[in-house]
């Protein structure tokens, strides 16, 4: 065979394989599809539910959001994770939220129990779909999601809960983030040591319970959405949870400490409550191989 044959051969096999992981990536080939549009206080919601072919009363898997204004496959991220949940036999619902995409509303309005109780909300309007009626339902949240899904669990009697990557404080999460920031610039441990010390008192001095609790002047801002949501912390929501959860951290997380998040999970959550809570080695804050994406 010659040279050029076999270029032509290997430029064949790579072709092929970039379209197979590309049909990851493409919604419209996923199951069965429709739009569903829920109405949530002010908001006007719209999201897409994929049933597997054939499956009667699929498990269904609500996907919660992390922070951003995100669309409800997260402009394609989360489809390839869509794809394998579907043919699998589980059914998903995702939507854009408030002020995205198809809904209508401003996302950077709401409180994590703003989110918690639409997440909520969204469940119980599910089971009301026909072929949903008796499955089980629960949520599958990223990241922000930690604020939101324990108490949503709870307030939809949730079947289950999976957790990847989920914060427990924001003060506390926004200062290991800063941590991290600076160990990657190479910054001196006393240098880091005296910016996390600095955090926390000008965190502090801004973000006080009454300085929290003020509405928005006008349209609410990002730093509207970040003051208003700066003293969350997801103990006393996992403090009472019955709903078996899962909880996926990955080793190499950067915006999260893994390590404090399984802790407080582990020493929070009712002794009765079934858990399974991991630490994914290798992997970064979304689970993926932080050799690659770190």
Not at 230 to 251: E, N, Q, R
Not at 265 to 279: D, E, G, S, V
Request: with cysteine.
């Amino acid at each position: 065979m010659t040279l050029l044959k076999y270029l032509s051969v290997a430029l064949l096999l790579l072709a092929v394989a970039i379209a197979i992981r590309l049909v990851n990536f493409d919604a419209s080939s996923i199951g069965q599809q429709r739009t569903l549009r829920f109405e949530h206080l002010d908001d006007s919601l719209a999201g897409t539910l994929i049933l597997p072919p054939g499956k009667v009363s699929p498990t269904v898997v609500l996907l919660v959001h992390g922070d951003g204004a995100q669309d409800r496959w997260s402009e394609g991220g989360y489809l390839p994770l869509v794809n394998f949940l579907v043919s699998q036999g589980f059914a998903v619902f995702s939507w854009d939220k408030p002020g995205v995409g198809e809904s209508r509303g401003n996302w950077l309005a709401q409180t994590m129990a703003d989110r918690a109780d639409e997440a909520a909300a969204m469940l119980i309007n599910l089971r009301r779909e026909p072929e949903l009626k008796n499955s089980q339902a629960g949520f599958l949240g990223f990241s922000q999601a930690g604020w939101v899904v324990p108490s949503a669990s709870e307030q939809a009697r949730a079947d289950f809960a999976v957790l990847v990557g989920p914060a427990i404080n924001w003060k506390e999460q926004g200062t290991y983030y800063l941590r991290q920031r600076l160990l990657l610039e190479g910054a001196s441990m006393q240098a880091i040591a005296a910016a996390s010390a600095q955090d926390t008192a000008d965190f502090d001095r801004q973000f006080t319970p009454f300085s929290t609790s003020r509405p928005c002047a006008a349209r609410c801002t990002r730093e509207d959405f970040e003051r208003r949501n700066a003293l969350a912390d997801a103990k006393t929501a996992i403090s009472t949870m019955s709903t078996p959860v899962m909880i996926l951290m990955g080793s190499d997380d950067r915006n999260v400490d893994p390590h404090q998040t399984l802790t407080a999970w582990q020493t929070t959550l009712p002794q009765h409550t079934p858990r399974c809570l991991r630490l994914v080695m290798g992997a970064t804050h979304g689970l993926l191989r932080s050799r690659w994406f770190d």
